[in-house]
């Protein structure tokens, strides 16, 4: 997490997002963009009528620098540097283009709504951003984290797969406070009422496996989070399961692996990813960053077999 990308626009969830973000730990200095996306309106009218609407985007102007000012408050004294664009167009794709421009490795972005239904529409900025940019993106809610002298609670969801395992890279490269209360998470589907008789043995076999993994993801996590508790849950379906544990322990902050749906820079949300976007609690980190650099690599090795 070197370069980031942070969407403002000067309401409470765009400052949570830059509040949470600047009290992650980052082990290098942070290249911090700062982006604030004006809509400047383009309507046929009077004279006066267009003298009025370039006064209030040029007002829009003045509050994305005094939402600037608020956001470079929060990092003072911290290894990071600060920039500040101001770009014009539908905001969702001026953040992804922004996050290309920028060859983002991380973006954050607030997302509205508190209640159940709040957080299943999500909001369109925060869902094409999710779903659009080309690296990983963390959308941030409210968990009550501010203003309180608790740890961060962290929860990662894992599986034996290349994109959790690419996940669980990532992550570990952050140096989380030895305060911070991190958790490993894998979700067993039941599987045993599908496959006949032999349903509870091959249960058994599985879960020594997911155990057996989920072991691996602590050892790999304990330099960064030396105290990771690990928990083997089942649930008819993953993101259910992933989205009822961060209820139930009131954590802040889930991390869940993202691989991509189509060569190398445009992304679908995966079912699990997806879900737990919409319905979790939480602040949500969908990681990438990993998937894209391998398979961009994958890509260049083939072009350069049949060149």
Known sequence: MHKVLLPIDGSEPSLEAAWLLAHLPHPDRLDLKVLSVVQRPFIHSSYATGELLEKAYEQDRVYAAQAYTKVAEMFEGANATLDHEISEGPVGEAIVDAAERFNADL???????????GRMLLGSV????ATHCPCSTLVVRQ????????????????????????????ISEIPWRS???FHVLTVATYLSDFIG????????ERTQ??????????EKLSEVAPHAKTHLIRSDHVGEGIVAFAEANNVDLLV???SPRNAVNRFLLGSTSRYVLRHAPCSVWVTRNRTVRDARSGAESQQTVAG
């Open 209 to 218: 496996r997911l155990e057996s993994d989920l072991k691996l993801a602590s």
């Open 143 to 170: 968990t009550g984290l501010k203003g309180s002298d608790k740890p961060i609670k962290v929860c990662m969801a894992y599986e034996g797969i290349d994109s959790a395992k690419a996940a669980l890279g990532e």
């Open 107 to 117: 973006v954050v972005v607030g997302a509205k709504g508190h209640s159940q239904i």
């Open 197 to 204: 008789v032999d349903g509870a043995a091959a249960d058994a």
């Open 126 to 129: 925060s869902d094409h951003v």
């Open 256 to 258: 869940v692996g993202e």
């Open 179 to 181: 305060g911070t209360d």
